[in-house]
């Protein structure tokens, strides 16, 4: 009842659009019934997936979504796989075969890591076939989170090496539709708002990065 009453609050507000994001969205059990919801309240959506059980559900998902949030980490399997899973590279272009052929608009985005740097270009030359309903491909920079020490602070690379790395990225896809966020870039820029209804802010202190609770929207 929590996130209907989100949503209420955020239309009341002005809020044209949003994203919804997880974890994995598509997990939830009611998830049909909030995509309806915010669909019958005349907000866009964009729904970010990591595609495993988008496959499945994709008609009625796409009856609600405008836009399809796909993450892609490597233009082969094995390099996909092995930052995502084994089998997500499969499930990740079936998503995006389905939502270009149902005409979804679609987001990309991809965390920059040791594991990938080298493989940007390629994934660009991946993306290319679906250019005409791609909005934009957002690379992100590894963050490194002060309160979740299962990250590996291996996997980061420093910004001005991804910057000399991936500065002619675009050019096929288009300039305009390309961007790298650094972990700078992200503090404080935008917020989440959990079930709960807790806005969470990233702020970046030092070398790290801390979720911030601005506050709770529904009080």
């Known amino acids: 009842k929590s996130v209907f009453k989100i949503i209420d609050k ?7 659009g ?11 059990k009611d ?10 309240k ?7 997936t990591n595609t495993d059980f988008y496959g499945k559900h994709y008609r009625q998902i796409n009856k609600y979504a405008d836009t399809i949030g796909i ?31 149902n005409n979804k608009k679609i987001y990309i985005s991809t965390v920059v890591t040791e594991n990938n740097i080298f493989d940007i270009a390629d994934i ?26 299962f990250q590996k602070i291996k996997h980061a690379i420093s910004t001005e090496v991804v910057k000399r790395i991936i500065k002619d990225i675009g050019k096929k896809l288009g300039r305009n539709k390309v961007f790298y ?11 989440l708002i959990n079930p709960n209804g807790d806005a969470i802010v990233p ?12 506050g709770n929207i529904l009080f």
């Open 10 to 16: 955020l239309v009341e507000n002005g809020v044209k």
């Open 18 to 28: 949003i994203g919804i994001t997880g974890g994995e969205p598509l997990l939830r």
């Open 31 to 40: 998830i049909l019934r909030i995509l309806k919801y915010a669909h019958g």
């Open 42 to 48: 005349n907000l866009k959506i964009c729904l970010a």
């Open 71 to 101: 993450p892609i980490e490597g233009s082969t399997r094995k390099n996909h796989d092995a930052i995502r899973g084994i089998g997500n590279f499969k499930n990740t272009t079936n998503a995006l075969k389905v939502a270009y052929k």
């Open 124 to 149: 660009e030359n991946l993306l290319i076939q679906y250019k005409d309903r791609i909005i934009y491909w957002k690379l992100y920079e590894f963050i490194e989170y002060h309160d979740k020490p």
């Open 181 to 191: 966020l650094t972990s700078a870039d992200r503090s404080e820029a935008s917020f």
């Open 203 to 214: 702020r970046k202190e030092k070398d790290k990065t801390h979720d911030i609770v601005l």
